[in-house]
């Protein structure tokens, strides 16, 4: 039986520039995301932010991105008749029954607070770490009469800046070290501003990290875009934005600014 051979069908040229087009589009799309991806021997991932932790408003600090919070980071304040509390706290989460994230503590008098280490210090398993998952930062507690009031403050995280957390974590049962960076500022009658300025975690288990640090000798360090970012959700971001990466954000951003004076 003789074959018959069939001469491929021809695409228009208007079909073959569309399918070009896409291609590179997706192509370039492609290329971003893998350049956006951690390199698999990246060792300290660091994310910058300047967030506020807001009264009764709790923060929840997701390290490693996952999503799943592993720290609570909270501003609150209560009393009653004359006399009234702040207090800036710190909650690890629970991962597994009786089980819970934890913080490097220190002894202040009788009390245990989350310590406030300075740059350059070790977090590691020779450290301490509080072993009750809720730890006080700072607390101040404001007394009032007719005429006057009195205030008591107490814990290491009173008017500091840049000090940090040092946290210890879990991921897939396996035990990771971190930190977390703060300002903490306490006025007279008991008012505090504190903010979230950066954290980081080395990604090999057990492996030590020090405070500030965003890379180590022979890591590469990752960092993350800034966390207090939020993306405009009133136009979609297509396929041709996103494959022109950075300028194609640009683009978007100048969009929405022209949108919204209309």
């Not at 370039?28 to 660091?46: D, T």
Request: net charge positive.
């Amino acid at each position: 039986m003789k074959r018959t051979s069939r001469a491929p069908s021809k695409l228009s040229e208007s079909v073959h520039h569309q399918l070009k087009m896409y291609a590179l589009a997706a192509g370039a799309a492609g290329v971003s995301a893998i350049a956006l991806a951690p390199p698999a021997h990246a060792k300290i991932i660091y994310t910058k932010t300047n967030t506020p932790i807001l009264v009764n408003k709790p923060y929840y600090l997701d390290v490693n991105h996952d999503g799943t919070p592993d720290f609570t980071i909270s501003l609150g304040a209560g009393g009653y008749f004359h006399e009234s509390w702040v207090g800036v706290f710190v909650q690890g989460s629970q991962i597994t029954k009786g089980f819970y994230n934890a913080v490097v503590a220190t002894q202040v008098g009788r009390l245990r607070f989350a310590a406030d280490l300075p740059p350059n210090a070790p977090v590691g398993k020779k450290r301490t770490f509080g072993s009750f998952w809720t730890k006080a930062m700072a607390e101040c507690t404001l007394f009032r009469n007719r005429s006057s009031y009195q205030t008591h403050s107490t814990g290491p995280w009173r008017n500091v800046e840049s000090r940090y957390l040092g946290l210890k974590f879990s991921i897939s049962g396996q035990t990771h070290y971190g930190w977390a960076r703060l300002n903490v500022k306490l006025n007279k009658k008991c008012n505090f501003v504190v903010t979230l300025t950066g954290y980081a975690y080395e990604t090999i288990p057990n492996k030590l990290i020090f405070t500030g640090h965003t890379r180590g000798p022979d890591d590469i360090s990752v960092e993350e875009p800034d966390a207090a970012l939020t993306m405009p959700d009133s136009e979609p971001a297509t396929l041709g934005l996103l494959a022109m990466g950075s300028p194609g954000l640009s683009v978007w951003r100048r969009k929405e600014r022209a949108g919204s004076t209309r």
